[in-house]
């Protein structure tokens, strides 16, 4: 399982190409499981979630998925405004978000595995 934390801003300079090179390998790698911690995020990009929303979708292709640590302040409410919070599984906590993301994904519902 691959832990990738967040902390300031997740925008589209050098910091998303390195977090998309840095996910790629660990994915090349085998793992398939990763969790996103935005609890300390100041300031994510479109390009930043669309990544999100990216790796979201390709995981389960591999027996994974992407599980999201919720964020604070504006990005959740960008979440919630948009329903992105309905399509990224978004956990409280990183402990939660490990159990979470190692849940098995099966058409489209959480089984404990």
Sequence with gaps: MVL????????????IDAEQTVLDEYIRQGHSKVVVDLSEA????????G????????????????????PEG???RVLE????????T???SREEAFAAADR???????VSG
């Design 4 to 15: 990738l934390r967040i902390v300031g801003r997740l925008d589209p300079d050098q910091t």
């Design 42 to 49: 100041e300031h994510v990009s479109s390009t930043g979630i």
């Design 51 to 70: 990544l999100l929303l990216y790796y979201s979708r390709q995981l389960p292709k591999r027996g994974g998925r992407l599980v999201v640590v919720r």
């Design 74 to 76: 504006h990005i959740a």
């Design 81 to 88: 405004m948009t329903h992105l919070d309905r399509a990224l």
């Design 90 to 92: 978004i956990c409280d």
């Design 104 to 110: 098995q994904v099966h058409s489209g519902a959480d």
